[in-house]
């Protein structure tokens, strides 16, 4: 058995090494599976599992994974999915290639980091960022 963590007087988890390593997946909801895979693949994202007659499908991302779950009800504005890329005026280009509207052009942000918006068909607002050089 391993070792339970120590509560401490604050009734706080103690560990040895408390970070959360990375995400493993997102999953976001869909009313049409066939229009989030045409929309994903279009993009470049690699598809992993399921397609557009499934009800559940999975995008490589990196060592992560972006999951997409068919849904009859529509999806409420819940925030962000914010995506790294290594070149992020070429994943702009590649979108407006591919027919979509992002929100506006890539630009530098305060923060760090260069970055653009695009909704997919349903509403999911992702961001396609790179920290800038320092």
Known sequence: MGTRPRWSS????????????SI???TLTTQSMAKS???????????????PQAEFTTFRV???????????????WWGRVIFWVVDVDGMYR???????S???????ADWGERYFHL???????????????E
């Not at 895979?37 to 397609?51: D, I, Q």
């Not at 992002?102 to 530098?108: G, I, M, T, V, Y």
């Open 24 to 26: 493993s997946a997102v």
């Open 94 to 100: 590649r979108a407006l290639d591919a027919g979509w």
């Open 102 to 108: 992002p929100e506006a052009s890539p630009r530098d």
């Open 10 to 21: 604050s009734m706080t988890v103690e560990s040895p090494d408390p970070r959360i390593e």
């Open 119 to 133: 909704s997919d068909p349903d509403g999911h607002e992702l961001s396609f960022a790179r920290r800038l050089a």
């Open 62 to 76: 990196g060592d992560q994974y972006l999951n997409i779950i068919a849904t009859p009800k529509e999806p409420s």
């Open 37 to 51: 895979v045409e929309f994903y693949r279009s993009l470049g994202f690699e598809l992993a599992s399921g397609g």
